[in-house]
């Protein structure tokens, strides 16, 4: 299995980015997906998730109301729709899946089996 992320990149605060990550090797069905991210100097921390059989998505505190997580079943992709971006998300991000395990520990990384290289997301003040 592997995941490749693409569409980081270089953008003002305000401004939007959209993310996505392409999976290849086995489909989608049964799992969950999400976006962590790991800025300068810090832990790896969850972004947003979403469980590819219901849709069903989930969010970070600091997520909720700005990002957006979305897939597409017939492409085997999936998304992260970012908007209003402050320089405190600056970071890399990075694409996971794990397979539909509980559902209370769908933010937790260590849970996570597969993961992308990452793409970098750069927000100037």
């Known amino acids: 299995v592997q995941l490749q992320a693409y569409g980081g990149g270089l953008v003002q605060a305000g401004g939007f980015l959209r993310l996505s990550c392409a999976v290849y090797?086995?489909?989608?069905?049964?799992?969950?997906v999400a976006w962590f991210r790991q800025g300068p100097g810090k832990e790896r921390e969850f972004v947003a998730a979403i469980r590819w059989n219901s849709g069903s998505s989930f969010y970070a505190d600091h997520a909720e109301g700005r990002f957006a997580i979305s897939r597409d079943t017939n492409k085997n992709t999936f998304a992260l729709q970012m908007n209003s971006l402050k320089p405190e998300d600056t970071a890399v991000y990075l694409c996971?899946?794990?397979?539909?395990?509980?559902?209370?520990?769908?933010?937790?990384?260590?849970?996570?089996?597969?993961w992308g290289q990452g793409t970098l997301v750069t927000v100037s003040s």
């Open positions: 996971a899946t794990r397979t539909g395990k509980i559902l209370s520990t769908i933010r937790d990384n260590s849970q996570y089996q597969y």
């Open positions: 090797g086995r489909t989608l069905r049964n799992l969950d």
